[in-house]
């Protein structure tokens, strides 16, 4: 009896343990447990600091062999440019990717988190308003218009979203007053209608419950964050700081021209060069070549300072604005930052000029401020009031300048009058500086 009951115990087990293994084992996938997943966060303005950081982001989750990598957004859009790079390297990733909108996706961030495999919201979030706005606040123009209503609708298209409603966010003549977008106005979703239109997978409250969502809960999460350099390379590169330093930089140096020796001024324009060419090259937008030009044009202008000409200033000067140009991908932002910088030293050196003149600075190197008064012995010719009243003949005719001989030494001289003829006698009656004045003397 007790071998019997033995055997039948051990039957029982074992069956149980073939049983409940398979649904360990499935409970375990469905966590992710030994799955690692990447969060990046898009937060703040999408540039091309931006742009470095996701690119370097994504790199180390493909080398971690990551499973799935979540971008966290948070953005009201920015650059078209970066944000077109983003998609490409979205695009790209083998990984499964997913975005989680926290507190808006707009413009921009709407495109980013287009060109994901999925899209998660929290309540009270929105995504899209995805119009091209120029630096001044307008509209771009119909060209720049038209390529980004292609890229909204590729974007949607790739991964099987309805491309009607990315193109409503930035077309606003397609009319969706369902969806508060009527003709005139750019679509922007809510959490439920992104839900509704097959834009959104769910709206979850945090990232925990994202997570779920995914299958993920026992994964293992590596959240990434800009290092130093790339947090300053941001802003740095940012639209609204470009033309400050520029400004900065040639406010500075304009300033230091009027200053003795060189101080805070030149010091701060400088350092406003080097934090502009140092964000640009963490961004990727500055190589070594943009900075041995800007090196070229410092070194020309300071040999124009020791060789008159001009030529190199402005060989110089242009080396400068080159390098500039190289290292930004929008000509018409850099132009307009180089013209901001461009008026604004014009009106410091127009001040510093009326209040301060030309005495000061590198100027007094240049210009001759020692007094050159006639009791120090400067005198601009030799004033012989001694010659007054002496008299000789004239050598040649005077019309009424000629010349005359007193004493034997010839002088240029002029008459007081009319035409006096040669060979006749006159009499030196005035000297005024070099001007000697004669009169004809009557016999």
């Known amino acids: 009896m007790k071998k019997l009951l033995f055997v039948w115990c051990t039957v029982l087990l074992s069956v149980s343990f073939f049983m409940f293994a398979p649904s360990n084992h499935a409970s375990a996938e469905e966590d992710g447990q030994g799955k690692l997943v990447y969060v990046i966060p898009i937060v703040d303005e999408v540039e091309r600091g931006l742009e470095a950081f996701v690119k370097r982001t994504t790199s180390e989750a493909v080398e971690a062999n990551a499973d799935h990598v ?16 983003i998609g490409e390297i979205l695009q790209d990733l083998e990984i499964e990717t997913s975005s989680f909108i926290t507190v808006r996706a707009l413009s921009a961030g709407s495109y980013i988190a287009l060109n994901t495999d999925n899209i998660f919201m929290k309540p009270q979030t929105s995504m899209g308003a995805s119009g091209v706005i120029t630096g001044d606040g307008n509209a771009a123009d119909k060209k720049a ?26 077309n606003e003549q397609i009319d969706l007053p369902e969806y508060g977008a009527p003709v005139g106005e750019f679509l922007t979703l809510d959490a439920n209608n992104a839900v509704e239109v097959g834009y959104a997978e769910a709206i979850v409250s945090h990232r925990t419950e994202l997570l779920h969502e995914l299958s993920l809960s026992g ?23 470009v033309p400050i330093l520029l400004s900065l930089a040639s406010i500075g140096i304009i300033v230091e021209l009027y200053s003795p020796g060189f101080g805070i001024p030149g010091s701060i324009g ?59 991908d929008d000509v018409g932002h850099m132009a307009m930052s180089i013209a901001i910088a461009l008026v604004a030293s014009i009106i410091v050196a127009v001040v510093l000029f009326k209040t301060i003149g030309l005495e000061k600075g590198i100027f ?45 030494e010839r002088l240029d001289v002029v008459s007081d009058g009319g035409f006096i003829n040669a060979d006749v006698p006159v009499k030196i009656i005035k000297v005024e500086g070099s001007r000697i004045v004669v009169s004809e003397i009557k016999r």
């Open 70 to 85: 979540i971008f966290e957004i948070n953005t009201p859009g920015g650059r078209v440019d970066a944000a077109e790079n």
């Open 145 to 170: 218009q038209s390529a980004w209503l292609a890229s909204m609708r590729g974007a949607a298209a790739s991964k099987d979203r309805d491309p009607l409603y990315a193109e409503a966010m930035a």
């Open 219 to 241: 994964a293992e999460v590596v959240e990434t964050s800009p290092t130093v350099a790339e947090g300053i390379a941001r802003f740095l590169t940012h639209p609204v700081v």
């Open 270 to 328: 400088i350092a406003s060069l080097i934090f502009y060419f140092y964000g640009h090259m963490v961004a990727g937008l500055a190589g070594y070549e943009t900075l041995l030009l800007l090196l070229l044009g410092i070194v020309l202008i300071i040999l124009e300072i020791f060789t008159p000409g001009g030529i190199l200033g402005f060989l110089g000067l242009g080396a400068i604005v080159g390098a500039l140009f190289m290292s930004s």
């Open 364 to 408: 007094r190197k240049v210009i001759l401020s020692d007094p050159t008064a006639a009791e120090l012995g400067y005198v601009s010719t030799v004033n012989r009031n001694e010659l007054i009243g002496r008299e000789g003949v004239t050598a040649t005719p005077l019309r009424t300048a000629g010349t005359a001989v007193f004493d034997n």
